[in-house]
């Protein structure tokens, strides 16, 4: 299976900062890489397909970018509700889909 | 309103069964392919499975492969997990999740998910 390593574990920032969270993929994965914000007790939500493709409806702070193995997931102009967990994916080889590990984001 | 509502979850014994029911409303629920998601406790997410949205074509985890199965009736709009010979390992909040069709694909609606645990 390609293993994904998100880094970093966990972060703290403030309102109105910018973050960035980086996904490592074990062999390249052609842009299939989505992003996902996990809040407690809730199921994810989908922020970005396709490496950079906003979802709808998700604020257009939200941005995703890379190619390969390597992707970052970029918040700008940090908000309250932005505290979550964030996860990464790969769809590259159907029904081998898996995970990082998580990013817990505090503000 | 579009959403997924997954339930049929509890406690069970070590090798009993257990089915799960994942309900869709406010859209087209044969148009998709759907997959089941599990989070063990304070974990991360891993896939269980995978079905087209006829019904025909099912993929699951090798974890899982010969104990779990994928099923869906497109007249109901229902999505179900048959769980058999359950482990404690297996104890998890189980999602089900939209496949959002693209050829990049992406799980782009999740229900709230239904708590299995196995003890």
């Known amino acids: 299976d390609i293993q994904m390593t998100q880094s970093p574990s966990s972060l703290s920032a403030y309102v109105g900062d910018r973050v960035t969270i980086t996904c490592r993929a074990s062999?390249?994965?052609?842009?299939?890489l989505n992003w996902y914000q996990q809040k407690p007790g809730k199921g994810p939500k989908l922020l970005i397909y396709a490496a950079s493709s906003l979802q709808s409806g998700v604020p257009s702070r939200f941005s995703g970018s890379g190619s390969g193995t390597d992707y970052t997931l970029t918040i700008t102009s940090l908000q309250p509700e932005d505290s979550a967990i964030y996860y990464c994916?790969?769809?590259?080889?159907?029904?081998?889909?898996?995970f990082g590990q998580g990013t817990r984001l505090e503000i | 309103q579009v959403q997924l509502v997954e339930s049929g979850g509890g406690v069970v014994q070590p090798g009993r069964s257990l089915r799960l029911s994942c309900e869709a409303s406010g859209f087209t629920f044969s148009f998709h392919a759907f997959h089941w998601v599990r989070q063990a406790p304070g974990e991360g997410l891993k896939w269980v499975a995978l079905i087209s949205s006829d019904g025909y074509r099912k993929h699951h985890a090798e974890s899982v492969k010969g104990r779990f199965s994928i099923s869906r009736d497109n007249f109901k709009n229902t999505l179900y997990l048959q769980l058999n010979s359950l482990r404690p390992e297996d104890t998890a909040m189980y999602f089900c999740?939209?496949?959002?069709?693209?050829?990049?694909?992406?799980?782009?609606?999740w229900g709230r998910g239904t708590m299995v645990t196995v003890s």
């Open positions: 062999q390249s994965i052609s842009r299939h």
């Open positions: 999740a939209r496949d959002n069709g693209d050829p990049l694909p992406a799980f782009d609606i």
């Open positions: 994916q790969q769809s590259y080889i159907i029904a081998q889909y898996t």
